[in-house]
């Protein structure tokens, strides 16, 4: 009955810790800005070269895993930036303008691009012998062109068709000069040229040229062309062809051409492609520019920087409507866009699914439209090709083996956005190595990998704590009333002061705290000193010892020279005490080992190099 007492046992909660025994890998994942980069540039390595003043070394850094350096020091999406474990104790590194003022410094040229070809990482070399192999990229964007490079290295004969009249696809033809400058995309492009890539020119393949007629010619195939078509939206009026078309917009207005709009535009969409088309406009003489997405500030999935400018510039958001349809008069003029506010964009499941608030339609007034909901692949490059219905589509792209950019045809490859979707310039590099290194695997049977070394080496703790204290600071703009009239770049480059301040931020997360059991008297200095709470001791009998594989269970059976798996859990508790240690919050501040008074932690350093074999 309720009320009554009555005896109940009650289980005691145990704490237990599922912990990781580092490796030479483990080591190396902690330098986080490299790990997030998609083609492993060590931010890190070019900081403190950069801080020390070897420029030249911060460069070579840069530049080894990634032939569009110079590019990505200007436009790229930073993945760097956002694993940067310093984002987690303030405010990120600025890895991205770091590695600009490095490219600035060395050289944006044609000569400069054509030298830094030697610094590259990837196998092979600028003078390779030629092995009679023969490989076709369709485009010359950064896939394309990635793929090449790699190729060329190992004596293979590239060649690119690209239906522009310059390369670098969407660098070129797609990124608003105001924040790239085209010479730079290009030179870097003419780099890989020079290296040994054909590129023809005005080739639109399905039109000019069959897949047919080229994969006759040649061993193997890669399809690097992107997404060149806007998505077309389901209203009425929006298929005229007066609404404009946000890719065909820009694929104009990148190169200088001439698009007239009017004097009130509406841009659909929240991404950073409608930010550019929006952005654009204003520098293309629109006096009104309103952006309208269903989804909230919040929800955008443009960069935060590119919402933040464009509203600078005299952008206006609005939010959670979604467009009805495109009002024209009697003329068939358009005067504005009925809109309707939703109250949801996503159903329970997370599943996008908007919902309308009933009765609330309104006109915004305008006199252009543009769409920038998406982008599609244009499928017309297949027109002619015998074997178009072997290679798989799936959701509007090529269907692409991770890693190794193979399709459905053998010998056939694809990469870029139009094997997986949208995405940075930088995950597009990456496609484009993984695909040269299958390629090659076959076609001539290499089985390529890193060779990877490392050694460690005690540093003083006693570091200088400045690199704690400075600011965190973002290159200048171009004050927004100037810039909206500017087409070329609005941010500026780091000072030399600046760029020296902001590379000593670094963490430098190859530098760890090293902890010595045999001399550690727990007096627990070292967890009462930690400014980030990332140190914890327990006993060895909260240790989940028998984790994955159960190496923890043998390196704690070593260790105690003992059998812990037919001990008792207090029998456990009475041998020892783990030191834990949270990567996420250590911050290498080295007080860990300063307070230690048996000098039973160390700071040491992780000196690594690799090489690909093979």
């Not at 410094?105 to 990482?121: M, P, T, V």
């Not at 590119?306 to 005067?335: C, H, M, Q, W, Y």
Request: net charge negative; charged share 25%; aromatic share 8%.
């Amino acid at each position: 009955m309720a009320g009554e007492p009555h005896e109940k046992s009650f289980e005691v909660f145990r704490e237990i810790y599922d912990v990781t025994i580092p490796d030479l890998d483990y080591y190396l994942r902690q330098i986080d800005c490299r790990d997030g980069c998609p083609v492993k540039t060590d931010g890190r390595g070019y900081m403190m070269a950069l801080h020390a003043g070897n420029l030249l070394e911060g460069y070579k850094i840069a530049r080894g895993p990634n032939p569009f350096a110079s590019i990505c020091g200007m436009i790229c999406g930073a993945p760097c930036e956002i694993s940067c474990r310093r984002d987690r104790l303030d405010k990120t590194l600025t890895i991205r303008a770091q590695k600009r003022y490095l490219d600035e410094w060395y050289g944006l040229g044609k000569e400069a691009h054509i030298r830094s070809l030697e610094f590259s990482f990837a196998r092979g070399s600028t003078h390779p012998k030629p092995n009679g192999l023969k490989v076709a990229c369709i485009g010359a964007g950064v896939a394309s062109l990635t793929v090449a490079h790699d190729l060329l290295r190992l004596g293979y004969a590239v060649d690119v068709y690209e239906m522009m009249s310059l390369p670098g696809g969407m660098l070129v033809y797609g990124v608003p000069t105001y924040r790239l400058k085209n010479e730079v995309a290009i030179n870097e492009c003419q780099a890989i040229e020079h290296l040994g890539a054909k590129i023809y020119y005005n080739m639109k393949v399905g039109k000019d040229i069959t897949l047919t007629e080229i994969q006759n010619k040649y061993d193997a195939l890669f399809f690097g062309v992107g997404l060149w078509k806007s998505r077309a939206l389901p209203i009425p009026g929006a298929d005229a062809p007066d609404i404009i078309r946000g890719i065909d917009y820009l694929r104009v207005r990148c190169v200088g051409g001439n698009w007239k709009i009017g004097k009130q535009m509406i841009v659909i969409g929240g991404g950073n492609v409608a930010f550019d088309v929006a952005r654009t406009s204003v520098r293309n003489g629109a006096k009104k520019v309103i952006m309208v997405c269903l989804e909230s500030r919040d929800e955008q999935t443009a960069d935060e920087f590119e919402i933040e400018d464009g509203i600078e510039e005299g952008i206006t958001l609005v939010n959670r409507v979604g467009p009805i349809a495109v009002e024209r008069d009697s003329e068939g003029k358009i005067f504005g866009l009925r809109v309707q506010p939703i109250y949801s964009l996503f159903d329970h499941t997370g599943r996008f699914s908007p919902k309308y608030i009933p009765d609330s339609q309104y006109v915004i007034p305008c006199d252009t439209i543009a769409l920038a909901i998406g982008q599609e692949m244009d499928l017309s490059v297949f027109d002619g090709w015998d074997r178009k219905d072997e290679l798989k589509i799936e959701r509007g792209v090529i269907k692409t083996e991770r890693e190794t950019g193979r399709t459905s045809i053998k010998n056939v490859y694809a990469g870029g956005d139009a094997a997986f979707g949208p995405a940075l310039f930088i995950t597009a590099i990456r496609h484009g190595q993984d695909t040269a290194r299958a390629i090659d695997t076959d076609l001539r049977g290499t089985q390529p990998y890193q060779e990877f070394s490392a050694e460690f080496t005690e540093i003083s703790p006693m570091r200088d704590k400045t690199y704690l204290r400075t600011a965190w600071a973002l290159p200048t703009m171009q004050p927004s009333k100037i810039r909206i009239h500017n087409e070329n770049l609005v941010e500026n480059n780091y000072t030399d002061e600046e760029a020296h301040l902001q590379a000593n931020r670094c963490l430098q997360c190859h530098v760890s705290p090293v902890f010595d059991g045999t001399l550690c008297i727990k007096c627990n200095g070292c967890v009462d000193v930690c400014p980030c709470n990332c140190l914890k001791q327990i006993p060895v009998s909260k240790l989940n010892l028998d984790l994955g594989d159960a190496s923890l269970r043998r390196a704690v059976d070593n260790f105690f020279g003992i059998d812990s798996a037919s001990m008792s859990e207090e029998e456990l508790a009475s041998m020892g005490t783990a030191m834990l240690k949270d990567e996420d919050l250590c911050i290498r501040c080295g007080l860990c080992a300063e307070k230690c008074p048996t000098q039973a932690v160390t700071m040491d350093v992780m000196n690594y190099s690799f090489r690909w074999i093979g």
